[in-house]
């Protein structure tokens, strides 16, 4: 009987990654990738999850091939090497489109050339399955951590969620809510108290006050820094001056029309976002009162539209980007120890008034 000889396992060469590469930009795969430069999957992965069990030569000529051909990992294949994921969740719950896309934007600069990317999950607060739709979302993605944006961020039964799937969180609220490292508070009473100083130092003595819904923490910090802060200055605000709306433009409309038809009539209103001062403009234009001689408005957080309405609206500056940009900064750092966190002091940002040309002293 004849015997075969035995087959000699020879080693693959690492083919030139010039050759063989007519592959449409950003379409390669890893399996393309190990073909073109002759090496294993497992080669071409421990080299993306930059491993030293790699020849330096091999390692060279699969990041040029990589470079060439436009390929990048997906983050989430990147999290099962690595038993996590390189991905970072922003939930929110606001009617605000400018205020979400700064934070996003701010979100994005911390990630940048960090290696995780940013994925989204707006929700409605108001629907009982909220919580279970977020934690859904958190464990599906396998979220290396989650932003979360008022007013979602106030509410602890979805911080108790998270916490009870291992998940990490950073809340951004008005009012500290949690361990230090797990919040960027943004202080909006004092910033409501800072409008109030404003528009009395100018002599205006009959306010008009347009609130964010209720159950927004926002609401009671700007608010009430707001009443605070004319009461400190011997001005009482009638509670019927008082107007809940929603954020929205159009509710900055119904807010101004209520409160412009009081007798006596307002000399400024405060709005509390930059939304709904707009909504002031539209609802004074109706009356054929002009702005700032018969009426004075200030909003909240600057938005680019407090600098694209005419007259320019005098408004509170909120760093909204930053606001994102710190919050993932903080997930990206190590996890402080449970008795560091305990003691940590939260971030702060200090919001501050920008006047602009919607505000003066009243006529008289």
């Not at 699969?62 to 983050?75: N, R, V």
């Not at 994005?108 to 290696?115: E, H, K, T, V, W």
Request: glycine fraction near 8%; charged fraction near 25%; proline fraction near 7%.
């Amino acid at each position: 009987m004849t015997k075969t000889a035995p087959r000699r396992s020879r080693a693959r060469p690492v083919q030139d990654p010039s050759q063989d590469t007519a592959l449409p930009a950003g379409k390669a795969t890893i399996n393309d990738i190990a073909r073109l430069t002759g090496v294993s999957k497992k080669t071409v992965s421990r080299v993306i999850n930059d491993s030293p069990l790699v020849h330096p030569e091999t390692r060279e000529k699969i990041l040029a091939l990589m470079k060439q051909l436009g390929y990048t990992p997906d983050p989430q294949a990147r999290g099962l090497a690595f038993r996590r994921s390189f991905l970072i969740g922003m939930i929110y719950d606001n009617p605000t489109a400018q205020y979400i896309v700064n934070m996003q934007y701010g979100a994005l600069d911390a990630l940048r050339d960090s290696g995780y990317e940013l994925v989204v999950h707006p929700c409605d607060s108001t629907q009982e399955d909220y919580i279970d739709s977020v934690r859904r979302f958190a464990l599906q993605q396998k979220l290396h951590g989650v932003i979360l944006i008022p007013r979602v961020s106030e509410d602890e039964q979805l911080a108790a969620a998270l916490r009870e799937i291992g998940v990490r969180y950073v809340r951004i609220a008005s009012i500290p809510l949690d361990a230090g490292p797990q919040m960027v508070v943004t202080q909006d009473r004092q910033a409501g108290t800072e409008a109030a100083n404003y528009l009395e130092s100018l002599g205006h003595r009959t306010l008009g006050l347009i609130t964010g819904p209720r159950r927004y923490r926002s609401t009671i910090e700007r608010g009430g820094g707001f009443v605070e802060g004319l009461n400190e200055r011997g001005v009482e605000l009638p509670a019927d001056y008082t107007y809940e709306g929603g954020y929205t433009f159009e509710s900055g409309v119904a807010g101004a029309e209520y409160l412009l038809a009081k007798s006596p009539r307002p000399t400024a209103i405060f709005a509390c976002n930059d939304e709904m001062a707009a909504g002031v403009y539209k609802a004074a234009m109706r009356r054929g009162l002009s702005i700032p001689g018969d009426l004075s408005v200030v909003g909240y957080d600057d938005s680019p539209l407090a600098s694209q309405l005419w007259p320019a609206l005098t408004t509170i500056h909120l760093p909204i980007r930053d606001l994102g940009r710190q919050a993932a900064q903080m997930l990206l750092s190590d996890e402080p120890a449970p008795d560091e966190a305990a003691t940590s002091a939260p971030r702060l940002v200090t919001p501050q008034l920008v006047v602009r040309d919607s505000s003066q002293r009243p006529k008289g």
